[in-house]
């Protein structure tokens, strides 16, 4: 981790990787913590934790993995339930002094799922909030204009602060960061234009923000651009576009070497292009660089 002011909250002990996938499935309690261990090191100051749809049924083995966690190592944990009743059960097992004192963090908080302000009966926490969606004449609906995620970070942020104690150093809001391949509506553009407004509106100082890096790069083919992944080159490029506008916090594999991109990086320009287009013409941006890569040179050459 290279870039001055970011921290990482570990994404990895989260089955949607197929590796984590199978220390869940084979109750691989210490791979999971030689995982958690792994991440500490390479500079994660937070763990994000879940065992994916187990932790909805089986609170057992979900408060067997967290008390293991807390053993191997002393950072907070994140928990990763949009469930009340899960949530209460990863509070009830964490132990704030195994972490320093440090409180837990809630992923995720939504206009759309309030009840879990209750939890801080249980015990105080930090949170995510969840600014990609907002609760309209009763119903969920997304948002996909910055000054509706806007709006959304400051009603939470206002609610939290007011009505709860919270302080805004505990809340994290979440732009959510989306896959390029699939963005077809300017998605990421509006994260960015979000993380800009969010920083800059004086109602919403000293909160973090947040975003799930992995999920930027997701479909991205397996090319390689001297030498270095394409999916890890467009997280390095969005963080180049991101970080200066005020974004603070990543959601990601910590020992991915995050490092801002030179502004001629055909990587970076890239991305930069496809955020000023929607639909199609974005698509065929990303097709020009992929066709500009090592490997398909060398595929076309064979």
Known sequence: MSIPGVSVVGDRINPGFKATKALVEAEDIPGLQ????RQ?????????????????????????????????????????????EVQEVCLKAYDPTKAKGRKPLVNSLAETRLEMLELVKIRPFQAILMASERLEDGAPKSNKLTNEVVEVARRLKDKLTKERGFSPQDLFVDVTVH??????????????????????????????????LTNIGNMMPPLKFDGVP???LVEDAFLTLAVPLGFDTIMGTPWNDFRTLPDDHIVLQTVRDFTQLTGLPAMR?????????QDAKSVAHQ
Not at 34 to 37: F, G, Q
Not at 285 to 293: E, I, V
């Open 285 to 293: 941006r990303l097709r020009q660089l992929w066709a500009q890569s």
């Open 230 to 232: 394409l999916k890890q």
């Open 179 to 212: 896959s390029l391949v699939s963005d077809l509506e300017g998605l990421t553009k509006m994260a960015l234009d979000a993380i800009r407004s969010i920083r800059q509106d004086p109602d919403l100082q000293g909160v973090h923000i947040i975003g799930g």
């Open 40 to 84: 500490v090191q390479a500079g994660a100051w937070c763990l994000d934790v879940t065992v994916g749809p187990r932790g909805y049924k089986d609170f057992k083995f979900l408060t067997e993995v967290i008390k293991a966690l807390q053993n191997a190592v002393d950072v907070p944990l994140c928990f990763d339930y949009p469930s009340a």
């Open 34 to 37: 030689a995982l958690a261990v």
